[in-house]
């Protein structure tokens, strides 16, 4: 399943900082930021549901994020 977050990441070397805590917590899936898209999307392919787990990691490293529905 395809997760879609709105986040407040900016910059590449922020995307650089959460690495190591997204491939520790998604090691099974496949994500990516799009840095250039308004919402700053963070999309992960993912077989397990890991929505709060994903807002929780962002939100304690100062970050906004919200899932965006389809």
Same mark, same amino acid.
């Given at each position: 399943?395809?997760?879609? =977050?709105?986040?407040?990441?900016?910059?590449?070397?922020?995307?650089?900082?959460?690495?190591?805590?997204?491939? !520790?917590?998604?090691?099974?899936?496949?994500?990516? =930021? %799009?840095? !250039?898209?308004? %919402?700053?999307?963070?999309? &992960?392919?993912?077989?397990? !549901?890991? /929505?709060?787990? &994903?807002?929780?990691?962002?939100?304690?490293?100062? =970050?906004? /994020?919200? !899932?965006?529905?389809?």
């Amino acid at each position: 399943m395809i997760y879609v =977050f709105k986040t407040s990441v900016k910059l590449k070397k922020e995307v650089r900082g959460l690495k190591p805590h997204l491939n !520790e917590l998604l090691r099974q899936a496949k994500w990516n =930021f %799009d840095l !250039e898209d308004c %919402d700053k999307i963070l999309r &992960i392919d993912s077989e397990t !549901e890991i /929505c709060k787990t &994903i807002i929780k990691l962002l939100q304690d490293k100062g =970050f906004d /994020c919200e !899932e965006l529905s389809d």
